[in-house]
């Protein structure tokens, strides 16, 4: 059990590291400043996937949004405030009263009950309920990925969001909150 506060910790690991790995150039600078040691080495994306799994169908997401056409905003993340779907819920509501065609897929486990309520009747007095599907948990998010249009992002403090590394290994524009070490 460590009892230094979170600068000190950080400095800790430093200096008895040999290698520091950082997620962006943001991270790096943030945490380590001018790495004075040169110890530190941002890797992008570390994560290798077999061509078979990348290679998986694409998710019919049409069946999902009958009514409604436009590019479909995934934002895959576990239903919690601090997830930010209600920005997502938002801004949606909103281009669709400014006459952008829009779609918005919610997908992930519902981890606080009353912020999902509070979600439904938001996209219900919306008056646009067609242009927004929610879909649990899903096993394999790739094929879902690969159907959408654009990924987002809105944590209010997260490091780095693994999704953000597999929609980009797919090549997906990405929208996220300028936090952490998404940045």
Do not use: W
């Not at 290798?48 to 934002?75: M, Q, W």
């Not at 008056?127 to 927004?132: E, I, K, M, N, R």
């Not at 929610?134 to 394999?140: A, I, N, Q, T």
């Not at 990924?151 to 524009?173: C, D, F, M, Q, T």
């Amino acid at each position: 059990i460590f009892d230094f506060k979170f600068r000190e910790s950080i400095d800790a690991f430093y200096s008895t590291s040999d290698i520091v790995l950082c997620v962006t150039q943001d991270v790096k600078k943030e945490l380590f400043g001018d790495d004075i040691f040169d110890k530190c080495a941002v890797i992008y994306s570390g994560i290798e996937l077999e061509d078979d799994y990348i290679r998986k169908d694409v998710a019919n997401l049409e069946k999902h949004f009958p009514n409604s056409d436009g590019p479909i905003f995934c934002i895959p993340a576990t239903i919690q405030p601090g997830k930010g779907q209600v920005d997502l819920v938002n801004a949606v509501v909103t281009l669709l009263k400014r006459g952008v065609q829009v779609r918005c897929l919610l997908v992930g486990s519902i981890l606080d009950h009353d912020y999902f309520m509070e979600l439904n009747e938001l996209i219900s007095v919306s008056g646009y309920a067609d242009h927004f599907c929610y879909l649990s948990f899903v096993d394999d998010i790739y094929s879902i990925l690969k159907g959408i249009d654009c990924v987002v992002s809105s944590s209010k403090n997260e490091a780095l969001g693994r999704v953000l590394i597999e929609a980009s290994l797919l090549g997906k524009p990405i929208i996220y909150t300028n936090k952490g070490g998404s940045k």
